[in-house]
């Protein structure tokens, strides 16, 4: 009987210590180590999904674009250059355009005197917009490509935006009097969808 309690104690024990020594096994995995570091070499698992579609930066300028805050700052920025008319239609106005986490921002509001603008940026900033007046060629010229966030180029008859390491300059809305003009809210799909 004695011994069968004592065996019993000890199988016990057995089991107390290894369910005490399998909390510290299971940490380690779950901390990086040179172990688990092989699990995440592309050359030794094949990767789960295709390499996904970098967006189209059109489609991002244009939602970007679309957004109330940034159409109200285009608006904005228009009026401020007398709809295109101030300093004899060369005077700029424009300002930067950022993304902290998921909510836009307006900032570094900026004016010139003549087309000679620099928007100030940070790593925040995710497009810039200006001003082009009616004294000056409506589409962006050559430093506005150079930029490195999408530039948007207001003018009385488009809305034109570059590409970021292209020369691509597109016009994505249309001028102040048109139904798609960029100072109009934009068409959602859902709108479409119920008209
Ligand atoms: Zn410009």
Redesign the pocket.
């Known amino acids: 009987m004695h011994r069968r309690a004592l065996a019993l104690a000890i199988f016990t024990a057995f089991l107390f210590a290894s369910a005490v020594a399998l909390p510290p096994r299971r940490t380690h995995y779950d901390e990086p180590s040179i172990d688990s570091e092989g699990f995440y070499e592309p050359s030794e698992s094949p990767r789960p999904q295709p390499e996904a579609v970098p967006p189209d930066p059109l489609v991002l300028a244009r939602q970007l674009a679309c957004e109330p805050l940034v159409t109200r700052s285009f608006v904005q920025a228009w009026k401020a250059t007398l709809n295109g008319t101030r300093g004899h239609g060369l005077a ?1 106005t424009g300002f930067a355009i950022e993304k902290y986490k998921s909510s836009i921002s307006i900032q570094g509001w900026i004016g010139a005197a003549v ?1 000679d ?1 620099l928007i100030p940026t940070d790593d925040y900033t995710v497009a810039i917009a ?1 001003v ?1 007046g009616r004294g000056a060629d409506e589409r ?2 050559d ?2 490509v150079r930029s490195r966030v999408p530039n948007f ?1 207001i003018s009385q008859n488009a809305l034109y935006v570059t590409v970021p390491g292209t020369s691509r300059v597109e016009r994505i809305r249309g001028g102040v009097d048109e139904s798609d003009g960029w100072n109009r809210p934009c068409s959602t799909g859902l709108a479409i969808a119920t008209r």
Do not use: F, S
Request: hydrophobic share 40%; glycine share 0%.
């Open positions: 700029e087309n603008l200006h082009h962006p010229a430093i506005d180029v």
